[in-house]
C-alpha cells in the first residue's frame, strides 16, 4: 500500500519520555492522529507532552491518551484494537542501564517480552499487513564492540541486563518481519540528547548540575566513569530517523548515529564552560579532590558508586545506510548540544518554583 493511500494513525508507546515527546510533535506537524500510551503514575508524569495535548472533546482533536503498561498483554491488545494504527512506535521501556542492574527481571520483561506482547498483538488482531512497527534498539547492543565504528553488521555483545533484553527486542522483531511478513523495522540508535532528557542520564545530569552551581544552588556534582565515551546526537533529529525508516516500502534496520564520539569528561568540561563556571580542568587527570577551583573548592568528584558492573567504554556510529537509503543526517554538533542543554537549564533554574530538589 502507498503511502498516500495509508491512514495516517500512530500508536506510540512511551509518550511520555524524551524520543515520544519529539515523535509526537512530528507525527502531529506530518497530519498523524496520534494516540500515545501512558502509564498511570501517582505524580504527573505529562510534563513532556503539555504543550501539545488537546482535549479530546473538541471535535478535531488529533492527541489521545490512554493508560497502558508494556508488561500487560490484554491491555496492548485493546488499545492496539481500537485506535487501529498504521504505524507503531515502540519507544516505551526501562531505558536507563544502570537501573537495569537493580531490576533486571523487570527490564528483561518490559524491554524484551513488552516487544513480543505488542508484535503479538498486531498477530492476533490480524493487522500483519496495515500496521507498521518501529521498534527502539540501541547502541547498547554492541556493548564491548566488536567493531570500530559500529555498523548495521557488527556482531551484538551487550553488557548489562538492559542490553540484553533489547537484544532480544532487536531479535524477535527481526523474525516477525521474517514470518509473519510485518513491516517491521529496527532503529539502532546511538544516545540521543537534549533539554528533553531524563534528568539520571549523564548529559542532562551534568548540565542541570552546572546550572544549579552556576547560580549558587549546588554544591558539588558527583560522577561515576568519567573516561567512557558516546556519539551523542541530537534526539530531535533521531525521532525524525525513526518516522522515516517506516516511510520505506520495505523495512529494514538502521543505524543512527553522528559519527563522532565524546568522552564524559569532555562534556563535563564544555557544560561549566557555557555555564560560566571557572573549573582547572588541566591535564586528563583529577586528582582525588576531584576536579577544582583556583580557590581550592572542588566542584566535580568521582563516585565509585555509579560505576557499572559492566560497562560500555567506546560507542561511536557508522550511520552510512541511513544516510544513502533514508537520506537521514544529523545536523546537531555535540558542541552545540551541550549549549543547548545548558542554556535550557539555567533558564529551568531561574525559575524559583522550578529549583527544590
Ligand atoms: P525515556 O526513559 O525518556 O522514556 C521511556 C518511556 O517509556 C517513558 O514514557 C516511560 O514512562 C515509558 N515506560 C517505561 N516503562 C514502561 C512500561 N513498563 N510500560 C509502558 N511504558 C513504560 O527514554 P527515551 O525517550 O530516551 O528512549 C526511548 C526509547 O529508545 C527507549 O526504549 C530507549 O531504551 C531507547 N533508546 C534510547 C536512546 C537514547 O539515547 N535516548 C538510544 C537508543 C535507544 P514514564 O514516563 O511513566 O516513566
Ligand atoms: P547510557 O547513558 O548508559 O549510554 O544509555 P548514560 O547517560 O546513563 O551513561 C553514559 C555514560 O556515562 C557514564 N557515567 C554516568 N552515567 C550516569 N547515568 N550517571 C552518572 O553519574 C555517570 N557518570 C558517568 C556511564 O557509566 C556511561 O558510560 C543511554 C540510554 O538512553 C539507553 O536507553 C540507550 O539505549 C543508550 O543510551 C544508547
Redesign the pocket.
Known amino acids: 500500500m502507498s503511502l498516500s493511500e495509508r491512514r495516517k494513525v500512530a500508536l506510540i508507546t512511551g509518550i511520555t519520555g524524551q524520543d515520544g515527546a519529539y515523535l509526537a510533535r512530528l507525527l502531529l506537524s506530518e497530519g498523524y492522529e496520534v494516540h500515545g500510551m501512558r502509564r498511570r503514575s501517582s505524580s504527573f508524569n505529562t510534563g513532556r507532552i503539555e504543550d501539545i495535548y488537546q482535549d479530546p472533546h473538541v471535535p478535531d482533536a488529533r492527541f489521545f491518551l490512554h493508560y497502558g503498561d508494556l508488561t500487560d498483554s490484554t491491555n496492548m491488545i485493546r488499545i492496539v484494537q481500537e485506535t487501529q494504527p498504521s504505524e507503531i512506535y515502540n519507544l516505551a521501556a526501562q531505558?536507563?542501564?544502570?537501573v537495569s542492574f537493580e531490576t533486571p527481571e523487570y527490564t528483561a520483561n518490559a524491554d524484551g517480552i513488552g516487544t513480543l506482547r505488542l508484535l503479538e498483538a498486531i498477530r492476533i488482531l490480524g493487522m500483519e499487513n496495515k500496521t507498521r512497527f518501529y521498534q527502539a534498539s540501541?547502541?547498547?547492543l554492541y556493548g564491548l564492540a566488536q567493531e570500530v565504528p559500529q555498523r548495521e553488521t557488527t556482531p551484538f555483545y551487550p553488557r548489562s541486563p538492559y542490553g540484553a533484553a533489547k537484544l532480544y527486542a532487536y531479535w524477535i522483531t527481526v523474525n516477525y518481519r521474517e514470518a509473519y511478513g510485518i513491516h517491521a523495522s529496527n532503529g539502532i540508535?546511538?544516545?540521543h540528547e537534549s533539554p528533553l532528557r531524563g534528568e539520571?542520564?549523564?548529559?542532562r545530569?551534568i548540565t542541570r548540575a552546572a546550572a544549579a552551581i552556576a547560580l549558587g544552588r549546588q554544591d558539588k556534582l558527583f560522577?561515576?566513569?568519567?573516561d567512557?565515551k558516546?556519539d551523542w546526537g541530537h534526539a530531535r533529529e533521531y525521532a525524525r530517523g525513526m518516522w522515516m525508516m517506516l516511510q520505506q516500502d520495505d523495512p529494514d534496520d538502521y543505524v543512527l548515529a553522528t559519527g563522532e564520539t565524546t568522552e564524559?569528561r569532555q562534556f563535563v568540561r564544555w557544560a561549566f564552560e557555557d555555564a560560566g563556571i571557572p573549573v582547572d580542568f588541566r591535564g586528563d587527570g583529577i586528582n582525588e579532590k576531584g576536579y577544582c577551583q583556583a580557590t581550592g573548592k572542588c566542584l566535580i568528584e568521582v563516585d565509585p558508586r555509579?560505576f557499572?558492573p559492566t560497562?560500555?567504554d567506546l560507542l561511536i556510529g557508522d550511520p552510512s545506510k541511513a544516510h544513502q537509503k533514508l537520506g537521514w543526517r544529523h545536523e546537531t554538533p555535540v558542541r552545540d548540544l551541550v549549549r543547548e542543554m545548558v542554556e535550557s537549564d539555567l533558564a529551568k533554574a531561574r525559575q524559583p518554583q522550578l529549583t527544590v530538589d
Open positions: 531505558s536507563h542501564v544502570a540501541t547502541s547498547e540508535l546511538f544516545n539520571t542520564f549523564v548529559t545530569k560522577l561515576g566513569n568519567l567512557a558516546r564524559v555509579y557499572r560497562e560500555v
